[in-house]
């Protein structure tokens, strides 16, 4: 069954540093996502990508977030200047058009 | 149920009974619904959907109940086994761009 990958699995990161989250969907998705889970709280929507461009963003996705999806394939997520509380479990997610959803396990954020 | 915060409602069971999960969901306009499991570490894994014209949808052991009137979502899981033992997510999708908006998710306990 096709996957969602996504790398790396955990990334540990100096307050005020880059950081960019890995992912690579399945071929056929058109619709791209990322979403976040603060530890112990539900999941959250960060931003929508369809035809290589933004289609919404939640208020979390402010300056400091960018995604880009730069050769077609891969999908990232890049956070400029990481915060304490930009620490989070990352999840990217796909869809095709008929609705079905595929998320990845996860990229656990560690901001010290 | 649903919570805020660190505080997940968990419902305990007693293997091979049967589990229902309640979620209330906010947007009336949203035209899916998706039932997650999600592991200690893990992404959410997908268990069933069922799309906004439709009442009760079956699966392999889970039936899915959504009441449009209430707003109003439930997962049934049949003979609960130890495996089942996970915290459970209900999400709507906003017809515009797809994203999914979750509940705050309920831990289940299977004992033995």
């Known amino acids: 069954e096709p996957e969602v990958t996504q790398t790396p699995s955990h990334q540990v990161t100096q307050m005020g540093q880059e950081v960019i989250l890995r992912c690579v969907p399945i071929?056929?998705?058109?619709?791209f996502y990322w979403y976040r889970q603060i530890l112990g709280q539900k999941v959250e929507f960060l931003v929508s990508?369809?035809?290589?461009?933004?289609?919404?963003k939640s208020e979390i996705f402010d300056d400091q977030f960018s995604v880009e999806r730069p050769d077609g394939s891969n999908f990232t997520l890049k956070i400029r200047s990481t915060k304490l509380e930009d620490s989070a479990m990352y999840f990217c997610?796909?869809?095709?058009?008929?609705?079905?959803?595929?998320f990845g396990s996860g990229t656990r954020l560690t901001v010290v | 149920g649903e919570s805020v915060g660190l505080h997940l409602p968990t419902l305990s069971v007693q293997e091979g009974d049967n589990s229902i999960i309640n979620c209330a969901y906010s947007?009336?306009?949203?035209?899916?619904f998706i039932w997650y499991k999600q592991e200690s570490g893990k992404g959410p894994q997908f268990i069933i959907d069922?799309?906004?014209?439709?009442d009760k949808r079956q699966g392999q052991r889970v039936t899915v109940l959504l009441n449009k009137t209430v707003k109003h979502l439930s997962l049934q899981i049949a003979a609960t086994q130890p495996g089942d033992s996970a915290v459970y997510f209900c999400?709507?999708?906003?017809?515009?761009?797809?994203?999914?908006?979750f509940g705050a998710g309920t831990q289940v306990v299977v004992t033995p």
């Open positions: 947007n009336s306009a949203s035209d899916y």
């Open positions: 997610a796909g869809a095709g058009r008929n609705y079905g959803y595929t």
């Open positions: 999400a709507e999708k906003d017809p515009s761009w797809g994203k999914l908006q």
């Open positions: 069922i799309r906004s014209n439709m």
């Open positions: 990508f369809y035809n290589n461009e933004i289609s919404e």
């Open positions: 071929s056929n998705h058109l619709y």
